[in-house]
C-alpha cells in the first residue's frame, strides 16, 4: 500500500502569516520524507484565506523538488477547469523535470463553487472544461507540436516546452464523487482518488465496484487503481488519538454543512441532514480512522481488504485545529509505525 500525505498548507492560527505557513509547510514535507513517507499530495484551495495559502500546487510542487530527493510529489488535486491547459503543461513538466520525475498528477473539478465563481467559470461547464484541458494536456506532454479545436480552447502547431522527465508523462489519477463518474473514468482506464466525509467508507464499496466492472470490460490491464483519501489522526494510545482528534474533526464537520448546502453534487446534498446532526462516535464509526498504530493498522489493513484500495493520502488534520506537534507526530507514527505493520 501506497502511504502519503494530503496536505493543505493550513494557517495554524488566525494570525499566522503566509510567510511562516509556507516556511512550516515545507519544513514539515522534509520531515515526512526523513520519516519514509512514500508521497506527499498538494490540495488546490482557492478563496479560503482563513485556512489554507495553498492555492498554486504546482509552484508549491517546484519548491519541494527542490528541497527534497525522494519522496513523491502529488497534486490532490490540480483543478482543471480553472487552468490554461498549454500552460499547465509546460508547469507540469517543469516540476517533473526539476523533481526527476517525481510528480504525480492528480487532477479533479472540485466541489467548491466558490472557487469557479472567483475565477469567473460557470460550474456548469467544469465536466466539459475538464475533459477539454485533461486531452490537450496529454497531447501537449507528448506531442512535439499540436493542433486542436475545442469548444474552449484553440491551438495551432503549439509546442509545450519542457517536456517531461516521465516517459510518456507523469502518472494521472482522477477524482471520482458523482455516481455516474466512476464507470466513466473505468471506461477510461485512470487510477482512481476516491474521498469520505458526508458518506461512509463501506458506501465506497459499490462506486468502486461499478468502476472496476467497467475497466475491466473496456479491456484494460489489471483492474483499476484506487487511492483513499482517509481523515486520520494517530497518537501513542487509542485514547490519546480519540482525545486529541476530537475538537477538530467535529469543527471539520461543523463547517461541512456549510459546504454541503451550497454543493453542486446532489448525492452530497442528500447527506447534508446526517452530517448536521452528526455524533463524534458517528463519525469514527465509518468515516475516519484514529487510533494507535496497532488500532489504526488494523484499520488499513481492513480497508484493503473490503475496499481493494492501493494507497492512502492520509488527511491528518481535518477541521485545523490539531496544533502542529501533535499533527507531526501523528505523521511520524503512521510513517515509522503503522506502515510497517501494512506495506
Not at 527534497?68 to 500552460?87: D, E, F, N, Y
Not at 510518456?168 to 482518488?193: C, K, N
Request: a neutral charge; charged letters at 25%.
Amino acid at each position: 500500500m501506497e502511504f502519503g500525505w494530503y496536505v493543505e498548507f493550513h494557517r495554524q492560527v488566525p494570525a499566522q502569516t503566509d510567510v511562516d505557513a509556507f516556511a512550516q509547510g515545507l519544513a514539515q514535507v522534509a520531515d515526512a520524507e526523513r520519516w519514509g513517507l512514500d508521497s506527499v499530495w498538494l490540495a488546490e484551495i482557492h478563496q479560503q484565506a482563513a485556512r489554507s495559502v495553498l492555492s498554486v500546487p504546482m509552484t508549491v510542487a517546484a519548491a519541494i523538488a527542490a528541497r527534497t530527493s525522494r519522496i513523491r510529489i502529488g497534486t490532490g488535486v490540480q483543478v482543471l477547469p480553472l487552468c490554461h491547459p498549454l500552460r499547465l503543461a509546460e508547469e507540469s513538466a517543469t516540476v517533473d523535470q526539476i523533481s526527476r520525475g517525481r510528480l504525480l498528477m492528480g487532477v479533479g473539478r472540485s466541489g467548491n463553487p466558490r472557487a469557479y465563481a472567483a475565477y469567473g467559470v460557470p460550474y456548469s461547464e467544469s465536466r466539459e472544461r475538464f475533459y477539454e484541458v485533461l486531452d490537450i494536456l496529454k497531447r501537449a506532454w507528448t506531442q512535439e507540436s499540436f493542433s486542436y479545436e475545442g469548444r474552449y480552447y484553440s491551438f495551432s502547431n503549439a509546442r509545450a516546452v519542457p517536456r517531461p522527465f516521465q516517459n510518456p508523462h507523469p502518472p494521472i489519477r482522477i477524482a471520482g464523487a458523482s455516481e455516474d463518474t466512476f464507470p466513466m473514468l473505468g471506461r477510461l482506464g485512470y487510477p482512481l482518488f476516491v474521498a469520505v466525509r458526508s458518506g461512509s467508507l463501506a458506501g465506497l464499496a459499490p462506486d468502486l465496484k461499478a468502476y472496476r466492472e467497467a475497466y475491466q470490460e473496456a479491456g484494460h490491464p489489471g483492474r483499476g487503481e484506487v487511492h483513499l483519501r482517509l481523515s486520520l489522526h494517530v497518537a501513542d494510545t487509542d485514547a490519546r488519538a480519540l482525545e486529541e482528534a476530537e475538537p477538530s474533526m467535529m469543527a471539520g464537520y461543523k463547517k461541512l454543512v456549510t459546504q454541503l448546502e451550497g454543493s453542486p453534487n446532489k448525492r452530497r446534498r442528500a447527506e447534508l441532514e446526517e452530517v448536521r446532526n452528526i455524533t463524534y462516535t458517528d463519525v469514527l464509526r465509518d468515516k475516519v480512522v484514529v487510533g494507535g498504530p496497532e488500532r489504526v493498522a488494523e484499520r488499513l489493513l481492513q480497508l484493503q481488504e473490503e475496499l481493494g484500495i492501493n494507497g492512502i493520502l492520509a488527511e491528518l488534520n481535518f477541521g485545523a485545529l490539531i496544533p502542529s506537534p501533535l499533527m507531526m507526530r501523528s505523521l511520524q507514527l503512521l510513517c515509522e509505525k503503522v506502515r510497517p505493520r501494512v506495506v
